[in-house]
């Protein structure tokens, strides 16, 4: 983990497959209010899209909607019982690059969830308060599946961590 703000404890869980990747998501997806950020970090092809349509599904929009977001950067689901905006930073070089796509703008929407993939790359232009969810490949090459490691920035993400882990059964640090 880096040493970014962190409150309450880290909980940890074990997908051993790609559903489980997308049931955790959809798990969140269910929880989740208008306002809520969360940050997806993680290696290339760790699972940060499979979660997304996870909870893209949790919030109640089509899962054939959730596609990673290439030419807009940010993709908007409408149709659930809350907006979803999917970021992808991947491609993104320059802060100068996030104000020209409006990111103060996307990340303050009080109607939308945002989900952010590759958040750690500015992480400094996000909120404190954003709920990280750290997704990693396992240890040996081998072995398939992803170590996932969640922390909260402040108190609203804490308390959607605290009903995430009563209703998934993500174990505490
Ligand atoms: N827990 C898991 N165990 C094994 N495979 C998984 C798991 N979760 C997701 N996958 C698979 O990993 C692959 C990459 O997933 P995905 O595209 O979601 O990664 P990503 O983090 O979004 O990648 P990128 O960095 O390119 O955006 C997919 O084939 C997906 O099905
Ligand atoms: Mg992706």
Same mark, same amino acid.
């Given at each position: 983990?880096?040493?970014?703000? $962190?409150? &309450?404890?880290?909980?940890? &869980? ?11 998501? %959809?798990?969140?997806?269910? @929880?989740?209010?208008?306002g809520d950020?969360? =940050?997806?970090?993680g290696?290339?092809?760790a ?10 599904? &949790?919030?109640?929009?089509g899962? *054939? ?14 149709? +659930? /019982?809350?907006?979803? @905006? ?9 802060? /100068? %690059? @996030?104000? *020209? ?8 929407r009080?109607? =939308?969830?945002?989900?952010? %993939? ?5 992480? $400094? ?5 954003? @709920? $990280? ?11 398939? +599946?992803r $170590? ?6 402040? %108190? /609203? !993400?804490q ?6 882990? =009563?209703? !998934? &059964?993500?174990? !505490?640090?």
């Amino acid at each position: 983990m880096s040493d970014v703000a $962190r409150i &309450g404890a880290a909980i940890e &869980g074990w997908l051993a497959d790609a559903e489980a990747t997308a049931a955790a998501g %959809e798990a969140l997806g269910r @929880l989740v209010e208008g306002g809520d950020v969360i =940050a997806l970090i993680g290696d290339l092809g760790a699972g940060k899209t499979c979660f997304t349509g996870g909870l893209a599904v &949790g919030a109640g929009v089509g899962a *054939e909607e959730v596609a990673s977001p290439t030419f807009a950067l940010v993709n908007e689901y409408r149709g +659930g /019982r809350v907006v979803v @905006l999917h970021a992808d930073l991947y491609r993104i070089e320059q802060a /100068r %690059e @996030l104000d *020209e796509i409006g990111w103060d703008d996307v990340i303050g929407r009080a109607d =939308a969830v945002v989900v952010v %993939e590759w958040a750690d790359k500015f992480e $400094r232009r996000l909120p404190r308060d954003v @709920l $990280r969810v750290e997704l990693a490949h396992g240890d040996r090459e081998a072995a398939d +599946g992803r $170590r996932m490691t969640v922390t909260a920035g402040g %108190e /609203r !993400s804490q308390r959607l961590l605290d009903r995430w882990r =009563a209703v !998934s &059964g993500l174990a !505490s640090d």
